[in-house]
Every structure is written in structure tokens, then in C-alpha cells.
């Protein structure tokens, strides 16, 4: 898989809330926007515990329509 890098992951809280709007901007919401034959498929959570600063994610990029784990 290639990972392209969009940004630097140390950023202040008001460039992460930018890249967030940026990055809605590129979701496709409804069915007439959708490609030909869509071939991977991903999810994310984010999720942080109440008594640390410690935040939790993932993402999964899934093969589909098989649904086979890729990355």
C-alpha cells in the first residue's frame, strides 16, 4: 500500500480543526459521486481516557468486497 502524508501529525489544535474541514471536503456522502467500482473500503475510531491526556486511534483499510484486512 502507498501512504501519502498530508500533513505533519504535530500540529496545533486550530490547524488540526483546518485539516479536519479540508479534509470533509474530500467525503462522498451520496451515491452519484461514487466511482465506477469502489476496491478498498476504511473505518476509524478515536476514542481518550477521562483521567490522562492519553487519546486512542485506529483505522483499518479493508479489501472490498471481501472485507479482508489490508493495512
Known amino acids: 500500500m502507498k501512504i501519502r ?13 483546518g485539516i479536519q474541514n ?4 474530500k467525503l462522498i456522502l451520496h ?3 461514487l466511482p465506477d467500482k469502489i ?3 476504511a473505518g476509524a475510531d478515536i476514542s481518550y ?4 491526556n492519553l487519546f486512542f486511534a485506529v ?3 479493508l479489501d472490498f468486497p471481501t472485507m479482508e484486512i489490508i493495512e
Open 49 to 52: 481516557s477521562r483521567n490522562s
Open 22 to 25: 479540508e479534509l470533509r471536503t
Open 5 to 17: 502524508h498530508l500533513h505533519n501529525w504535530n500540529v496545533s489544535y486550530d490547524r488540526a480543526r
Open 59 to 61: 483505522v483499518v483499510i
Open 39 to 41: 476496491k478498498t473500503i
Open 31 to 33: 451515491d452519484k459521486d
